[in-house]
């Protein structure tokens, strides 16, 4: 079982700079998919940053310009750098990750979320 856990959320005011994490645990093969969604009250999840074994990266266009999405291949661990940040990105933060394990197969794992507040 691939285990995902999230950090770096927290308050800040807007403008402000945070950096999530999301380190991922167990035998795992190869990653083929990061991606990070959020979830804000009362709203759907939405995708917000995407970013493939290739290195093409794909961003929701609320977050264009401001976040960057990057990845440490030796740590297993997938990074969200938010800049500029706006009230609007108050939201619970999730990552993804989609690949293979090195025994039982294709797994994709979300991590517990992790809190982001913005005050304006």
Request: hydrophobic fraction near 35%; glycine fraction near 12%.
């Amino acid at each position: 079982q691939v285990q995902l856990v999230e950090s770096g959320g927290g308050l800040v005011q807007a403008g402000g700079s945070l950096r999530l994490s999301c380190a991922a645990s167990g035998s795992i093969r190869s990653i083929n998919t990061m991606a990070w969604y959020r979830q804000a009250p009362g709203k759907q999840r939405e995708l917000v940053a995407t970013l493939t074994s290739g290195g093409s990266t794909n961003y929701a266009d609320s977050v264009k310009g401001r976040f960057t999405i990057s990845r440490d291949n030796a740590k297993n661990t997938v990074f969200l750098q938010m800049n500029s940040l706006k009230p609007e990105d108050t939201a619970v933060y999730y990552c993804n990750l989609a690949g293979y394990r090195s025994i039982l197969g294709w797994f994709d794992s979300w991590g517990q979320g992790t809190q982001v507040n913005v005050s304006s």
